[in-house]
C-alpha cells in the first residue's frame, strides 16, 4: 500500500488554497491546504517536510527543515504551523517546498511545484527587516526610540551629512561639542547646553624659578651654618653631602636643614669635637609661586 500512495501522491496536484499568516510577535506560519490523494480528498494522519526557499527551484534550503509529524487530515483539509525564524521578515520572495507522507511510511513524497508565499500575509510584525528595508520616509516620528537601539548598532557611517537638525537633537541626552577649556588651571567638571565649560580649579599649581645654591663646611669639632631663604615662597632641600674621615661610625658627622623661629631655612654642617672627620654639605632653594 505504501508505494502504490507514493505514486498516487506524485500525481497528484496539492491545490493549494494557502494562506500563510504570521502570528502576532513570533515567527510561526498558519499554512493552510486541500491534499488530494487519487483525485479524492485525503484522510487520515500524514507527516509533512517543509522546507523554505527563495526560489520556484534550485537553490539552498534559507533554514533548516520542519518535519511535522501525526498533522491529522479530514476530506483533505489540513493546518500545519512551520516555524523558519526570522528570515520570513528579511528575504522578498519566499518559496515552500513540501514533501508528504502517510504517517508510519518510510520515505516521503516530493510534491512539485514549490508554493510561494505572498508577501501581504507575511506582512506582520516584523522581528527583522533585510539591508535597506526601512528608509527615513518610512518611519514616523518617534517610531524607533534609544531604547530599541543596541549600542553600537548606528555609525557615523550610517548618518547621512546634515540629515540631523538642531531641532532633532535633546540637548538632554546630547551635548553639543564643548567650546571652551580651563587654561590649564584646572579640570572640565560640567559641560554646559551651550557648550561652556564650568571648570574645577586646581588647589594651585606651583611654579619653580630662581634656584640658588648654598654650601657648609665643617671639620674637627666644627659648626658651619648657613641661612638660606625665609620659607615663605621658597623651597630647599640638600643636593650634596659628603662625610670624610668619620672613625668607625663612633664619631657624629651629619648635614641638615633646619628652620629658624622666625621661618628662615638654614643649611648646618656638624662635626664632634676630639675627632678629626668633616663634613660638606650642600643645599638648593628654588622660590615659587601660586597660579590659579
Known amino acids: 500500500m505504501n508505494q502504490r500512495l507514493s505514486g498516487l501522491l506524485i500525481m497528484t496536484a496539492l491545490w493549494a488554497v494557502l494562506s500563510a499568516v504570521v502570528q502576532a510577535q513570533d515567527t510561526s506560519l498558519s499554512y493552510q491546504g486541500e491534499l488530494l490523494d487519487g483525485g479524492t480528498p485525503a484522510q487520515g494522519l500524514y507527516d509533512f517536510q517543509i522546507e523554505l526557499f527563495d526560489s520556484s527551484q534550485g537553490g539552498s534550503p534559507l533554514a533548516l527543515a520542519n518535519l511535522l509529524g501525526g498533522i491529522a487530515v479530514a476530506d483533505g483539509l489540513f493546518t500545519v504551523y512551520p516555524d523558519f525564524g ?143 631663604r625665609p620659607i615663605n615662597e621658597n623651597i630647599c632641600f640638600l643636593s650634596q653631602v659628603q662625610l670624610r674621615n668619620a672613625d668607625n661610625g663612633e664619631e657624629d658627622l651629619f648635614c641638615r636643614i633646619g628652620l629658624t623661629g622666625n621661618g628662615l631655612y638654614f643649611l648646618q654642617a656638624v662635626t664632634e669635637s676630639g675627632f678629626d672627620g668633616d663634613a660638606f654639605c650642600q643645599a638648593v632653594c628654588l622660590s615659587y609661586n601660586v597660579d590659579f
Not at 94 to 101: G, K, S
Not at 130 to 156: T, Y
Open 86 to 228: 526570522p528570515i520570513i521578515f528579511v528575504a522578498a520572495e519566499l518559496w515552500l517546498e513540501i514533501a508528504v507522507r502517510r504517517s508510519g511510511d518510510p520515505s516521503f513524497t516530493l510534491l512539485q511545484p514549490r508554493q510561494m508565499l505572498a508577501q501581504t500575509p507575511r506582512a506582520g510584525f516584523a522581528q527583522a527587516v533585510g539591508p535597506g528595508g526601512v528608509d527615513g520616509s518610512s518611519l514616523l516620528g518617534s517610531s524607533v526610540r534609544s531604547a530599541e537601539l543596541p549600542i553600537g548598532a548606528v555609525s557615523s557611517a550610517d548618518i547621512l551629512d546634515a540629515s540631523i537638525r538642531a531641532m532633532d537633537i535633546d540637548t538632554a541626552s546630547v551635548q553639543r561639542s564643548v567650546s571652551q577649556d580651563c587654561f590649564g588651571r584646572g579640570w572640565i567638571r560640567q559641560v554646559a547646553e551651550n557648550g561652556n565649560v564650568i571648570c574645577q580649579l586646581d588647589q594651585g599649581v606651583r611654579v619653580f624659578f630662581n634656584p640658588g645654591s648654598f654650601t657648609a663646611q665643617a671639620e674637627n669639632g666644627t659648626v658651619d651654618t648657613q641661612f638660606m
